[in-house]
């Protein structure tokens, strides 16, 4: 049974502080991985999406893969109150299709 | 260029009840599948079809069914409803048939009464 674990939050940050967003997953197997927003009551919104160890930065936003440690995670600089939503890790790999498995989500308060 | 459409957007439907979920993909993409959303869950993996054959079914029941059409759209049916089928449910497409970002619909938010 594939698995993806993040915690559920709520997770409270300061306007302007670093939010750090935590996913790991049980299959070995998971070639590619992706963090979507999804304020409520909206669909998941694509942010990133990173197939290889290390960083990948885009903008404000930076995630982060080590498969060594099956841990995957999404770091938002200068947080701002529009950033506060739910954010979804969904692990993929080859032959998987489009099966993607979705964590529960880790929902995020930025404070004004 | 539009992106993923899906119809309806709210729907009402009594136990037992058979319902249709209309789904048109981002243009050039192929690849179409389903998930269901219960509240404070992520997304569950129904359906994925790419070029009209199935690619992959998840853990849901055969009540469950859903076709690609020649145009890439797609229908979701769902048949003898029943109050747990109560979610959101959402259409993504994406480029290729694996390993490529699912971008999403708005979703149907179907409850079942």
């Known amino acids: 049974q594939k698995e993806v674990e993040q915690n559920s939050g709520p997770l409270s940050v300061p306007e302007g502080a670093i939010a750090s967003l935590n996913c790991t997953y049980s299959?070995?197997?998971?070639?590619?991985f992706f963090w979507y927003r999804q304020y409520s009551g909206k669909s998941p919104e694509l942010i990133m999406f990173?197939?290889?160890?290390g960083d990948k930065e885009d903008g404000r936003f930076t995630a982060q893969l080590n498969k060594a440690s099956q841990y995957v995670s999404l770091l938002i600089r200068d947080s701002q109150p529009s950033d506060s939503a739910t954010y979804l890790c969904?692990?993929?790999?080859?032959?998987?299709?489009?099966?993607?498995?979705f964590g529960p989500g880790t929902r995020l308060s930025v404070l004004p | 260029d539009a992106g993923v459409t899906q119809s309806p957007t709210h729907l009402i439907k009594t136990r037992g009840q058979q319902v249709t979920l209309r789904c048109s993909p981002i243009?050039?993409?192929?690849?179409v599948s389903w998930y269901q959303q219960v509240l404070g869950q992520g997304p569950q993996f129904i359906f994925q079809?790419?070029?009209?054959?199935?690619?992959g079914r998840g853990n849901f029941p055969d009540r469950f069914s859903a076709r690609q059409f020649p145009n890439y759209s797609s229908e979701l049916n769902v048949n003898a409803l029943l109050l747990g089928d109560s979610a959101l449910y959402l259409c993504?497409?994406?480029?290729?048939?694996?390993?490529?970002?699912?971008?999403f619909g708005n979703g149907t938010r179907l409850t079942v009464t």
């Open positions: 993504a497409s994406s480029l290729t048939d694996s390993n490529s970002p699912l971008h």
């Open positions: 299959d070995r197997g998971s070639q590619s």
């Open positions: 990173i197939y290889s160890n």
């Open positions: 969904a692990v993929n790999g080859d032959n998987y299709g489009q099966n993607f498995v």
């Open positions: 243009s050039g993409h192929k690849s």
């Open positions: 079809y790419y070029e009209k054959e199935e690619r």
